[in-house]
């Protein structure tokens, strides 16, 4: 039995294609039409390369580390622990069996939709996952510190190797802290941590770095985050092959299946959600089938691949190959990986 057909037998026996239709695309106007068609990707890849599996970091504000679907994957991460009254941040490594890891529904899902391997499936399950759980009491320096960490561990932990690094970081913490981080211009220690990464990351070849754009229908360049030279930034689409709303413009580089996709939730629960928060961390899951399948690339040689595979969707006129609502269409894991 090949690959591809063992993963879509697991996936119906489970769940049925309509619920993780983010990973079907048979060709049909319906629900198993619309998504990256991860099952048939999988024939060639599930994520894990020549030498090792990918490494994809997602970085949230916590997640359920021990969740069945998520545990047997991750091999790395850790969060930041706060002490006197936000000032400080200590970095506290993760172990297998770790007490006290911030846990939370968001970060969870991000995750699963990444690299679950048990009950649901991510975009690439035979990855390895690095979760990195910010402070939400010091959320923009923490971040920073946490892409560093995901490009080079040794910036947090001296035991680590700097061959432990990612090789794809998700971040969708943009649209949860909007109401309290507003900046006209993307601070000096986020931008040089995206940089490091983006241009230093996994002995220079660069790490791509997936990120949400905002949810509402407003022009990416209001984010700094979204618009910064180095992030890809992501948007969300639906079921139905359409654009569902989020941010537009000429920095969008394409949609992901985001509306009402199916996941890991904490508690060691499963189910649906909707946002860019799932879309990016889906994409960078493709990243990494594609990394896997060319270790040797760099991060533009990646970032080409996922563009020029991506499906021309909306019923639409792409303009140069790219459209507003858009960007290059939504994202095809089988074409991104032949």
């Known amino acids: 039995m090949t690959?591809?057909?063992?993963?879509?037998?697991?996936?119906?026996?489970?769940?049925?294609?309509?619920?993780?239709?983010?990973?079907?695309?048979?060709?049909?106007?319906?629900v198993t039409g619309s998504g990256i068609n991860s099952v048939k990707a999988w024939e060639l890849t599930r994520g894990c390369g020549?030498?090792?599996p990918m490494r994809i970091a997602i970085i949230?504000?916590?997640?359920?580390?021990?969740?069945?679907?998520?545990?047997?994957?991750?091999?790395?991460?850790?969060?930041?622990?706060?002490?006197?009254?936000?000032?400080?941040?200590?970095?506290?490594?993760?172990?297998?069996?770790?007490?006290?890891?911030?846990?939370?529904?968001?970060?969870?899902?991000?995750?699963?939709?990444?690299?679950?391997?048990k009950?649901?499936?991510?975009?690439?399950?035979?990855?390895?996952?690095?979760?990195?759980?910010?402070?939400?009491?010091?959320?923009?320096?923490?971040?920073?510190?946490?892409?560093?960490?995901?490009?080079?561990?040794?910036?947090?932990?001296?035991?680590?190797?700097?061959?432990?690094g990612a090789d794809v970081i998700a971040c969708s913490l943009r649209p949860l802290i909007e109401r309290k981080w507003k900046f006209s211009s993307i601070p000096t220690v986020l931008h040089?941590?995206?940089?490091?990464a983006a241009t230093k990351g996994r002995k220079g070849l660069g790490i791509p770095l997936f990120w949400a754009v905002d949810n509402n229908y407003r022009p990416i360049e209001e984010?700094?985050?979204?618009?910064?030279?180095?992030?890809?930034?992501?948007?969300?689409?639906?079921?139905?092959?359409?654009?569902?709303?989020?941010?537009?413009?000429?920095?969008?580089?394409?949609?992901?299946?985001?509306?009402?996709?199916?996941?890991t939730r904490s508690k060691a629960r499963y189910g649906s959600g909707s946002g860019t928060s799932y879309a990016a961390p889906l994409a960078a899951g493709v990243g990494a089938l594609v990394l896997?399948?060319?270790?040797?690339?760099?991060?533009?040689?990646?970032?080409?691949?996922?563009?020029?595979s991506c499906d021309r969707v909306g019923g639409v006129k792409y303009k140069a190959g790219r459209h507003v609502d858009y960007g290059y269409g939504r994202i095809n894991a089988a074409k991104a990986v032949e």
């Open 50 to 52: 020549p030498e090792r």
């Open 60 to 117: 949230d504000i916590g997640m359920q580390v021990d969740h069945p679907a998520l545990k047997e994957g991750i091999i790395g991460g850790g969060y930041f622990l706060s002490s006197d009254h936000g000032k400080r941040f200590q970095f506290v490594r993760y172990h297998p069996g770790i007490a006290g890891f911030p846990d939370d529904n968001h970060g969870t899902f991000c995750l699963g939709i990444a690299g679950a391997r």
């Open 192 to 196: 040089e941590a995206i940089t490091f």
């Open 223 to 263: 984010d700094k985050l979204c618009s910064h030279e180095y992030v890809i930034a992501v948007g969300k689409s639906n079921c139905y092959n359409q654009a569902d709303g989020s941010a537009f413009g000429d920095k969008l580089e394409f949609l992901a299946p985001g509306a009402n996709v199916y996941s």
């Open 292 to 308: 896997a399948r060319h270790p040797e690339w760099s991060r533009q040689e990646v970032l080409h691949c996922l563009r020029s």
């Open 119 to 164: 009950g649901v499936f991510g975009s690439a399950p035979e990855s390895h996952l690095i979760a990195i759980a910010c402070s939400p009491e010091g959320i923009l320096h923490t971040l920073a510190r946490a892409i560093a960490y995901a490009a080079d561990p040794r910036n947090e932990d001296p035991d680590a190797s700097g061959d432990d």
């Open 3 to 30: 690959l591809m057909k063992a993963a879509e037998q697991r996936l119906q026996g489970l769940q049925g294609p309509t619920h993780q239709w983010q990973h079907y695309n048979d060709g049909s106007k319906d």
